[in-house]
């Protein structure tokens, strides 16, 4: 075993990760440095586009993402809930109000983010599916700024549960309670096939498997 672990706490681990990741990694990244100081670990974080882009040039040991790519062959794991949420501020019409019909947030404008985000086009998937279209209101390059912009009453906009820990808690931004949401999304663990793991990304990817979810699950939202 300590031969093992010898093999495992060295090298280089090179990650990348979802920009709505960047709210749970570094919990993760703690536990894990804390077992393996010998590592040295890089992460990068960056939208969905651009992930899909470093899992095509093999640029990266391992990502962490919402959604597997189908450009690109990969190994993908599910590890953790991810569920997607539209948020608006407390003084909004529709806050606290029951059961409402996607068709009614068809009025309202929306915060978006960048083209080559994953919220961005699962938001868009959701509301295609029901045969609506999005009213695009300001669009932001990072998950913080869309958060301040509804905040501020510049549309709703739908992100991450993950995204909204802190002001959920401080009743900056609520939860809207739409039909079909919280949607029901995963985070992936996500390489390309065929790729011979080193024993440090061997560990971590063991790691996320068996105890991303105990560290960092997303809060329960209150009925
Ligand atoms: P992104 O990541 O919106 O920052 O691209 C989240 C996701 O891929 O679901």
Redesign the pocket.
């Known amino acids: 075993v300590l031969e093992s672990l010898k093999g495992v706490n060295r090298g280089r681990l090179h990650l990348a990760a ?4 960047n709210y749970f990694a570094p919990r993760l990244l703690a536990v894990f440095q804390r077992r393996y100081p010998g590592i040295g670990l890089q992460l990068d974080i ?4 651009s ?1 899909v882009q470093m899992l095509e040039a093999n640029a990266v040991d391992l990502v962490l ?3 597997p790519p189908s450009r690109v062959e990969v190994e993908s794991e599910p590890f953790m809930d ?1 569920p997607l949420v539209v948020i608006a501020p407390p003084e909004h019409p529709l806050a606290g109000v029951a059961d409402i019909p996607l068709a009614r947030l068809a009025e309202e404008s929306f915060v978006m ?1 960048e083209p ?7 938001m868009e998937r959701i509301f295609a599916e029901q045969g609506l279209a999005i009213r695009h209101g300001l669009q932001m390059t990072r ?1 913080e700024a869309v958060k301040q912009a509804v905040r501020s009453g510049l549309g709703l906009s739908v992100v ?1 549960l993950h995204t909204i820990e802190l002001e959920l808690e401080t009743r900056r931004l609520v939860v809207l309670d739409v039909e079909g949401f919280p949607q029901r ?1 995963h ?1 992936f663990l996500v390489y390309r096939q065929g790729k011979r793991l080193s024993p440090a990304a061997r560990a971590f990817r063991d790691f996320v498997i068996a105890e991303a979810s105990g560290i960092a699950a997303p809060v329960a939202l209150g009925g």
């Open positions: 979802a920009s709505t990741v960056t939208n969905r586009e992930l993402m919402g959604q991810n983010r080559g985000s994953g919220t961005r086009q699962a998950n991450s999304r985070w």
